[in-house]
């Protein structure tokens, strides 16, 4: 069963804003549910819609993060940035015991990585903007 605690995300933080630090990015940390780990991006100098090949971004648009490969299927800069930050909310001690063929789901906790909200979507304050 997915868990996480105010604790566990007390230690993972500062690898989570140190990712956002390099690449220039404002976001929060929150848990949803107890079993989700949330980054909501705020707004950032790392200009997001090229994830979606020049595509644009929906407001509150959630990038969920539990089984499979995730390897070379972002683009760029910012797929470099999304692996990373995924990488640094899973923390060392994440695991995935997963078994979906026979319906069993275990892992230490989800993530989510959110562009912004409905009412306030990322803003990409890069030199492009």
């Not at 956002?20 to 909501?40: D, E, M, P, Q, W």
């Not at 390897?71 to 930050?85: D, K, M, P, R, S």
């Not at 923390?91 to 906790?109: I, K, N, Q, R, V």
Request: charged share 20%.
């Amino acid at each position: 069963m997915a868990y996480i605690s105010q604790e566990q995300k007390k230690e993972l933080t500062p690898a989570i804003k140190a990712v956002l630090n390099r690449y220039g990015v404002k976001g929060t940390i929150s848990i949803n549910h107890y079993s989700t780990l949330v980054v909501k991006l705020k707004s950032g100098d790392l200009d997001l819609d090229a994830l979606h090949q020049g595509q644009s971004l929906y407001a509150g648009e959630t990038l969920s993060f539990t089984h499979g490969p995730r390897a070379n299927v972002w683009l760029g800069e910012a797929g470099t940035f999304i692996n990373e930050l995924n990488d640094a909310m899973k923390g060392p001690e994440w695991f995935d015991h997963s078994d979906s063929m026979t319906d069993y789901f275990h892992l230490a906790h989800y993530t989510d990585i959110k562009f912004g909200d409905y009412k306030k979507p990322y803003v990409y304050t890069g030199a492009a903007a």
